[in-house]
Structures are given as C-alpha cells and as structure tokens.
T-cell receptor, first 115, second 113 residues
Framework: DTEVTQTPKHLVMGMTNKKSLKCEQH?????MYWYKQKAKKPPELMFV???????INESVPSRFSPECPNSSLLNLHLHALQPEDSALYLC??????????????FGQGTRLTVV | QKEVEQDPGPLSVPEGAIVSLNCTYS??????FMWYRQYSRKGPELLMY????GNKEDGRFTAQVDKSSKYISLFIRDSQPSDSATYLC?????????????FGTGTRLTVIP
C-alpha cells in the first residue's frame, strides 16, 4: 500500500460549522504534513508531525486544529472558517522529515468550500 | 521579491517536443532543488531533486542547477500527452525540515497529440 488516503474528497461547510479532514497512510511513515493550496498557487505548509508530535506550525490560525491520534492517522479539525479558507487541503507523509525523501507521498486532497 | 519565481505559463507544445521549464531564486543559501509534477485535482509528486549545482538525468527528464545565476531548469525530452500537468519547482536550505521548502507558483504544461 503506497497511498495516502484523504477523506472527504469534497466538503462544503458554513462559517459556523465544525468539520474534520482525515488522512491515513499505512506505509509506516513517521512524518505527516498538512498543506493548503489555493487555485493556481503553490502548496503552503501548515503543520508537520514527526513521530506523532507537532514539530512545525507555520503560524496557522487557531480555527485550524491538527490532531495525530496515531502514526497512521492525521486529522485537521476545522471550526469557524472564513470564505478565504476555501482551498485544496493536501496531506503528505514521508519516512522522516526530509524534503529530499523521494518516498514522500501526497494524498489527492480535500477540496474545501466555505460558504 | 519572492523567494522563488516561476513563469506560470500556460505552455503548449506538440507531442515529441523538448520542453524547458525554469525557475529563478533570490536566496543564495538554497542547496536542494526539487521538481514536482501535479496533475489536475491530484496532490504533487516529487519527480527529481538535485543538490547544489550540476545536472541530473532520469529517463526523459533532466534537471539542471546553476547556482551562480540562481537559475534551475527541468527539461523533458520526447514529451508525451501524459506529461500534461503543472510543474512546480521547490527549494530548500537543508533537508531537515519541510518548513524550509519554498515552492514556485507552477507552470501549466499541455502536450498536444
């Protein structure tokens, strides 16, 4: 299994809703990432988990709350989002935290629309 | 000035053509240079990486880095319709932290059969 699986693929939520994005991998990777990608823009790193501990948080607003319940799962909890948070949210994993890891895999993303 | 500049295209070429994709950068501390390919509605996948200056070849793909000019290139030989995607360059000072990864805006490539 060489996949990073993200659910749901599409999500529409209101500004008062609470929702969660899920990411799962079974490759034994110990580093997992959340990225945000707006249309025609490059991915922007949000969070990095290494060995289930948050190691990097790129000053993301508190309305985004990551959670890593175990080494295979990474969640992103969403609350009180704004329309400008509409984007493609990408999860990725790699064996270690390294940008050179050619074994790094990205999921297909969750396309989020905030109305 | 952005850390990494990349022409967003779009770029359309006939099948079999040689494609040249380029990025420039401003931070002379960058040491690692990556190229990602992203198909529509998919996550990016790492194609190749190069450390410091020089060339690297992998099949139909060649990555070049010229640190003196702060310029990197990706060449695709014998381009195929399946190469149609957005190509993102990315750069890093070191390999220890994804927070040091700076992406270009991506170039959208279409290879016409």
């Amino acid at each position: 299994d060489t996949e990073v699986t993200q659910t749901p693929k599409h999500l529409v939520m209101g500004m008062t809703n609470k929702k969660s994005l899920k990411c799962e991998q079974h490759m034994g990777h110990r580093a997992m990432y959340w990225y945000k990608q707006k249309a025609k823009k490059p991915p922007e790193l949000m969070f990095v988990y290494s060995y289930e501990k948050l190691s990097i948080n790129e000053s993301v607003p508190s309305r985004f709350s990551p959670e890593c319940p175990n080494s295979s799962l990474l969640n992103l909890h969403l609350h009180a989002l704004q329309p400008e948070d509409s984007a493609l949210y990408l999860c990725a994993s790699s064996q270690v935290v390294s940008v050179l890891n050619t074994e790094a895999f990205f999921g297909q993303g969750t396309r989020l629309t905030v109305v | 000035q952005k850390e990494v500049e990349q022409d967003p295209g779009p770029l359309s070429v006939p099948e079999g053509a040689i494609v040249s994709l380029n990025c420039t950068y401003s931070n002379s501390a960058f040491q690692y240079f990556m190229w990602y390919r992203q198909y529509s509605r998919k996550g990016p996948e790492l194609l190749m990486y190069t450390y410091s200056s020089g060339n690297k070849e992998d099949g139909r793909f060649t990555a070049q880095v010229d640190k003196s000019s702060k310029y990197i290139s990706l060449f695709i030989r014998d381009s195929q319709p399946s190469d149609s995607a957005t190509y993102l360059c990315a750069m890093s000072v070191d390999q220890t932290g994804a927070n040091n990864l700076f992406f270009g805006t991506g170039t959208r490539l279409t290879v016409i059969p």
